[in-house]
């Protein structure tokens, strides 16, 4: 059952699904196709009508400030609870949320995460709930509230949040993404772009571009300034792809450029602060050394490793010839192709095409001695004149050799030695992220994550072309007359990419601000530097203190990442100061929280930011037995690792061998068979829902209480579809 938390049509408990399973009974419940079976849990009308829905983007000099704005009215007689749903992307920073009701203003409140809790634990002890951000795709969030509306009244939420924009293979993308979930006559997108250098081009892609909405779609450009507007009528909302009776569900993405030129880039400053792009274009590009670390162990096994044959397959035809090349594969020990980098020639190619086709899959994983014997092929390499590059694509955490975390981070640091960048790809969601992501950024690089889809491929390809064509090394951003500054050294700039850098003018004396940018080019040293006598002010259309939030929103994700390499007192330090910037400019972080107080009695939500490396870990559904004699029984789904519960108890550690657990307890490992329980059971898994079982004892549960307040009764309603038709699903 499909709900959405603005959504017209909504299934609000499972009842109706148990009450047909009582009706019908378990076994001729079990003769109906999945069509029935799914048509049983049919969509309950809710009296609310979706009067507007706008979305409003402004981007000035990359800095995009989105605001979300619904207004809803409750045409029922009785009060009803509204929810307002929407997805924004990773990258940005919640600064507003308010609703409007009944000529009052209800503002959120950014708080720390401890004052936060504390106020969440009070509401939920007065019997509330939570809302939350949280993460649900590859490159977007959720946000979730709802509040109570009287008989025939309405309530506007608006939500505003805020990103810098990262240029990638050449351009700068704005995602909107927009569900409705009903189709709504009043429904505006509108994109305002200004950028001081010159908009080069713009397009605009996306679901939503497809040629049944094509029409809906505007587009204007003019210079230094572009607009659109997207402004699809009832009709088009109804029949465009990724469209029905619940109105669209997909994504607008704003594509742009900006004029380069090859000298300082462009900077701008205003109220005492400056914002520094730099992204010289016409460079030469480096001839690169690159070593791949592929991980080869038994979790690999099947379409992953498949994947990343298909990918390197790729990534080897992309190689220049006067590209240096090295492949490690690694599982419980590493197996190189060739004991130091050879040429791209295509002789070496082929050849190594071979190799790649042939990388099995079996053992444990050495994480530990893959990135030494890389570091150290690259470090035997002559490097003048050029660009060294490590990849290490892992699925697990480091199972051989070595593998405590802390000492395989130490022997990377050392053997590397800030000579060249670590970039780890972390395949799925088995991986310990937060370890690949320290490892790379204390190798001045950065940690991605692979998602296990058809396309993993193409993410694993996409990843390299970022990083295929450095055109400077050692790059240093200097700027005299400067302080406060973000991060202003790095190791390599890409071909396609932008380095951005802002700080304070030193008593806004523009004067004496002097900038400079120094870096490695070809095997000489190459300095780009203003030639005017000063940075003159930015005049043109840039909002009062707008410099001063870019400033903030790079400062504060910058500390973020280098809390991850610190402990002791110096984390505290860092942790203290990017709490105070995340406060000062409502920024909802992994460190702070929104705290919305509701109308009706005083009600609390608290609204969290996920780290990409945290990932929800299971829910736990509350069953009560139709005798009604209140015993628990639980379902436990898991997709990282298993989840015992004993006694009230919860674990995430394996089980040994001859563990005990209460008679009622299923622990399915792969290739999770199951058998049958007898009244009540607990099931245990790896995966989202287990398959491939032989059979599950029906019964006839009344009640279900969902205890995770991230798990919305679509899920609880479609578990029980798969658990009450085993022999068409094949699984329990």
């Known amino acids: 059952c499909s709900v959405s938390a603005s ?51 402004t981007v000035t000099s990359r800095y995009a400030t989105t605001i979300i704005t619904s207004r809803v009215a409750n045409s029922r007689n009785e009060s009803r609870e509204i929810e307002f749903h929407v997805q924004i992307p990773k990258n940005a920073f919640i600064s507003r949320f308010r609703m409007f009701i009944d000529g009052q203003v209800y503002d959120g409140v950014v708080k720390t995460k401890e004052q936060a809790q504390q106020q969440y634990t009070q509401a939920v002890s007065r019997g509330q709930s939570a809302g939350i951000v949280s993460s649900v795709g590859r490159t977007m969030e959720d946000f979730k509230t709802s509040v109570t509306v009287a008989a025939h009244k309405k309530v506007t939420f608006e939500l505003t949040y805020e990103e810098l924009l990262k240029r990638t293979l050449g351009k700068y993308e704005l995602q909107i993404h927009a569900r409705p979930m009903q189709p709504v006559a009043d429904f505006k997108v509108d994109v305002y772009i200004y950028e001081k250098a010159g908009i080069s081009y713009i397009d605009v892609k996306g679901g939503l571009s497809t040629k049944a909405l094509a029409n809906a779609i505007t587009k204007t450009h003019a210079d230094k300034q572009a607009w659109v507007h997207f402004y699809p009528t009832v009709d088009q909302q109804k029949t465009c792809d990724n469209c029905g009776e619940q109105g669209m569900n997909g994504d607008l993405v704003i594509v742009y450029d900006v004029n380069r030129d090859d000298g300082l880039g462009d900077i701008k400053t205003s109220d005492g602060y400056f914002v520094h792009h730099f992204a010289p274009s016409s ?25 990343t044959r298909s990918a390197l397959l790729h990534i080897l035809n992309d190689l220049a010839e006067d590209d240096f090349f090295g492949l ?93 960048p670590l970039y780890c790809l972390g395949f799925g969601f088995d991986v310990k992220f937060e370890f690949l992501e320290k490892m790379s950024l204390e190798n001045n690089g950065v940690a991605r994550r692979i998602y296990e889809d058809s396309d993993a491929d193409l993410q694993l390809q996409g990843f390299y072309e970022e990083v295929a064509t450095p055109l400077l090394t050692d790059v240093t951003m200097i700027y005299l007359g400067g302080t406060n500054l973000t991060k202003t050294n790095f190791s390599q700039y890409y071909n396609g990419s932008e380095i951005v850098v802002a700080g304070q003018i030193t008593d806004n004396n523009i004067e004496t601000f002097v900038p400079e940018v120094v870096a490695i080019s070809s095997n000489r040293k190459v300095t780009f530097s203003n030639t005017k006598p000063s940075v003159e002010p930015s005049t043109e259309t840039v909002a009062e203190g707008l410099l001063q939030r870019v400033w903030a929103y790079l400062k504060v994700k910058q500390l973020l990442e280098k809390e991850v390499l610190l402990s002791g007192p110096e984390k505290e330090k860092v942790k203290k100061e990017t709490l105070e910037l995340s406060l000062k400019y409502s920024f909802v972080t992994p460190l702070t929280s929104m705290v919305v107080t509701k109308p009706q009695e005083n009600k609390t939500e608290v609204l969290h930011k996920p780290k990409e490396g945290k990932r929800q870990r299971g829910y736990d559904i509350s069953f009560k037995h139709s005798h009604g004699r209140g015993r628990h029984h639980s379902l436990l789904l898991n997709s990282n690792r298993p989840v015992l519960q004993k006694n009230g108890h919860v674990t995430r550690n394996r089980p040994a061998a001859n563990a005990h657990y209460h008679r009622n307890t299923l622990l399915l490992e792969e290739p999770r068979m199951c058998t049958h329980q007898a009244n009540t059971f607990q099931i245990v898994t790896f995966n989202a829902f287990p398959y491939n079982c032989e059979h599950f004892l029906f019964l006839p549960y009344q009640q279900l209480t969902v205890l995770d307040s991230d798990f919305s009764s679509r899920h609880a309603c479609f578990i029980l579809v798969l658990l009450f038709v085993p022999h068409i699903f094949s699984i329990c």
């Open 7 to 57: 959504a017209p049509m909504r299934f609000n408990t499972p009842t109706l699904c148990f009450l047909i399973l009582e009706i019908f009974g378990p076994l001729a419940f079990r003769r109906f196709t999945f069509l029935f079976a799914s048509l049983l849990c049919v969509f309950a009308q809710d009296d609310w009508d979706i009067r507007s829905f706008h979305i409003n983007s």
């Open 283 to 307: 460079l030469t590009r480096l001839p690169k050394n690159i070593v791949f670390l592929i991980d080869q162990s038994g979790s690999m096994l099947g379409k992953k490793i498949q994947q």
């Open 328 to 420: 490690i594969t690694f599982d419980s020990s590493i197996s190189q192709w060739k004991r130091e980098l050879v040429q791209a020639t295509s002789e070496n190619l082929e050849e190594a095409k071979v190799f790649a086709r042939n990388i099995p899959a079996s053992g444990g994983t050495n994480i530990n001695d893959a990135v030494l014997e890389g570091a150290h092929m690259l470090n035997a390499h002559p490097r003048e004149g050029s660009a060294s590059i490590l990849i290490l694509l892992t699925d697990g955490d480091p199972t051989s050799g070595v593998t405590n975390p802390e000492i395989i981070q130490s022997n990377a640091r050392r053997a590397i030695a800030e000579k060249f």
